[in-house]
């Protein structure tokens, strides 16, 4: 009994020190911390696209290069966007009006730069010659194609996050608690990056007329 409460005061010391650690390192670089966490999530999200979601053999560059993006996005991007909001609408986390702006904000102007961002790596990464135009025409395809899909499942879940991390979650937080919400999302993401499209004409005939369905399909064909 006493050598169990002894290992288990041991461990709530260590946990306690740790913890401390970690709010120390927020405090004194914000930037480098939630771009490491950035790196960790996006990286370990893309895994598990490729592990669990697309079935294939684990491209490294790949999960490299997306944990990449995870740091510039969590520890740049995100680490400016939520300063700017809380200068636009105040810091104020029982402000209703405050949170409702944000997360509005953050559904029609973050969220589709994020998703383009993911879209464009994906592009990158399947590019061939790496020429601009060519990587231009085929990320105009993929938001046609694959935007609004991903856009809606964004915001079936993000809306919500959002209410907790600009209500309960300091501001030097904020992009690590987006981190571990996104890695279920990451997973998401980076395979819907990953869906190839084709210019295939899907039409429905029937009662002496037909329906055209679309002129391109998003087909679950990963790197």
Do not use: E
């Given at each position: 009994m006493f050598?169990?409460?002894t290992k288990l005061g041991f461990f709530?010391?260590?946990?306690?020190?740790?913890?401390?650690?970690?709010?120390?390192?927020?405090?004194?670089?914000?930037?480098?911390?939630?771009?490491v966490s950035g790196f960790v999530?996006?990286?370990?999200?893309?895994?598990?696209?490729?592990?669990?979601?697309?079935?294939?053999?684990?491209?490294?560059k790949r999960t490299f290069q997306a944990g990449l993006l995870g740091g510039a996005m969590n520890g740049v991007c995100l680490h400016y966007w939520y300063r700017s909001l809380d200068f636009a609408f105040g810091s104020n986390m029982k402000?209703?009006?405050?949170?409702?702006?944000?997360?509005?904000?953050?559904?029609?102007?973050?969220?589709?730069?994020a998703i383009i961002s993911y879209f464009s790596l994906s592009i990158y990464q399947k590019s061939k010659t790496k020429d601009m135009n060519s990587m231009k025409d085929d990320l105009k395809l993929k938001?046609?194609?694959?935007?609004?899909?991903?856009?809606?499942?964004?915001?079936?879940?993000?809306p919500f996050v959002n209410?907790?991390?600009?209500?309960v979650v300091p501001i030097v937080y904020r992009p690590t608690f987006i981190g571990l919400a996104q890695l279920s999302w990451q997973s998401y993401l980076s395979?819907?990056?990953?869906?190839?499209?084709?210019?295939?004409k899907i039409t429905v005939s029937g009662?002496?007329?037909?329906?055209?369905?679309?002129?391109?399909?998003?087909?679950?064909?990963?790197?």
């Open positions: 050598a169990g409460g709530l010391q260590f946990a306690r020190r740790g913890r401390d650690k970690i709010q120390t390192q927020f405090n004194k670089h914000p930037k480098l911390t939630n771009a999530t996006f990286s370990f999200g893309d895994i598990l696209a490729q592990q669990m979601v697309d079935f294939g053999a684990w491209d490294k402000s209703k009006f405050g949170i409702a702006c944000k997360i509005v904000l953050d559904q029609v102007v973050y969220a589709p730069f938001v046609k194609d694959s935007f609004t899909t991903v856009y809606l499942a964004d915001c079936c879940l993000w209410f907790l991390n600009f209500r395979s819907a990056s990953h869906w190839d499209t084709s210019s295939t009662g002496g007329g037909s329906i055209d369905l679309g002129s391109s399909v998003a087909k679950k064909n990963p790197l």
